[in-house]
């Protein structure tokens, strides 16, 4: 969009656009919150330990809606298991925030104890103006999953889902389960009218506020955190129950929101740049979009941006 003299020459090299089709899943669904509400949520790593968490999650090591079947199964050196990912954030729930500034936007790095010598660090890319990584992937043959959230109106955003594995096609039954609501995925009716939002296909979520996200209670006072089936509509539960535009003015932000702080200075640079005619930099720097996400764990004595320097480097 803007002047066609200011258009940059390619587009961002997102990893998801540039594998084979086979090799990625596409999803969207309309969430009634405001975007930048959405996109804080997606580079918090702190909620994690407490949002998506099982009762046993310290012991199983299984976070609540992630189903086994889009999980890697073992550990590839620095990379730890799914499960020892999961272990770990149950046991120490109070991360500390580091900000790697780049190209694209920043790296967000948590950082958790794992042991008396290492720390387990997860790595999540903000890619201005919307774009989140979840951080993982660093398994031998697993998939990534990121998220686009694009403004409809100041109290709607698409949420736009992206599922790609680097090295090999996704299976069916990954597909399947990721389509059925499980993991990042949301289940939508796409025919649903919204002519209040003059739109006639909504891809509304089936699990909403207006039917409580289906908690299962059963499931909530035995097993899981929310009782709410997926990690998306566990996630959408909190951004859209501070209604559609918190407020932000009533905020005391601590030292876990480094991330958000962060990016509300970044997006209101921005703006007010555009607001003196300055066209921002980062659209016109395509190739610095080649990044992925990463879930770690270092010794301690390893600075976080040099232990994580070759496993978030995109390679398709």
């Known amino acids: 969009m803007g002047p066609a003299e200011l258009m940059p020459p390619e587009l961002p090299q997102f990893e998801w656009a540039r594998v084979d089709a086979g090799q990625r899943i596409a999803t969207k669904r309309l969430q009634s919150s405001n975007w930048a509400q959405a996109v804080e949520g997606g580079i918090d790593s702190s909620h994690v330990s407490f949002l998506h968490s099982s009762l046993n999650q310290a012991q199983t090591g299984m976070i609540a809606g992630v189903p086994q079947q889009a999980v890697a199964p073992g550990s590839s050196g620095s990379n730890p298991s799914f499960a020892q990912q999961g272990r770990t954030m ?142 998306s509509e566990q996630d959408m539960s909190i951004q859209e129950s501070m209604w559609p535009i918190v407020p932000r003015w009533k905020e005391h932000l601590g030292t876990t929101d480094k991330a958000i702080i962060e990016f509300r200075k970044l997006v209101m640079g921005m703006a007010r740049d555009l607001l003196e005619g300055n066209e921002p930099e980062f659209p016109h720097t395509p190739d610095a979009y080649k990044v992925r996400s990463a879930a770690i764990t270092i010794d301690r004595s390893v600075p976080w941006e040099d232990g994580s320097a070759e496993v978030v480097k995109a390679r398709a």
């Open 90 to 231: 149950a046991i120490d729930k109070s991360p500390r925030f580091w900000i790697g500034h780049r190209d694209f936007g920043f790296l967000a790095a948590a950082r958790r104890n794992a042991g008396e010598d290492q720390y387990y660090w997860r790595i999540t890319p903000y890619l201005a103006p919307w774009y989140t990584i979840i951080p993982g992937g660093g398994q031998e043959g697993s998939s990534l999953s990121g998220h686009a959230w694009v403004p409809v109106d100041d109290e709607h955003v698409w949420t736009f889902t992206f599922t790609w594995n680097p090295t090999r096609p996704i299976t069916d039954e990954e597909r399947a389960t990721h389509l059925k609501g499980f993991g990042v995925h949301t289940e939508v009716d796409k025919d649903l009218p919204r002519w209040d939002l003059k739109i006639s296909n909504s891809y509304s979520p089936i699990r909403n506020m207006n039917n409580n996200y289906m908690v299962d209670y059963e499931e909530r006072r035995k097993r899981t955190f929310t009782g709410i089936k997926g990690i």
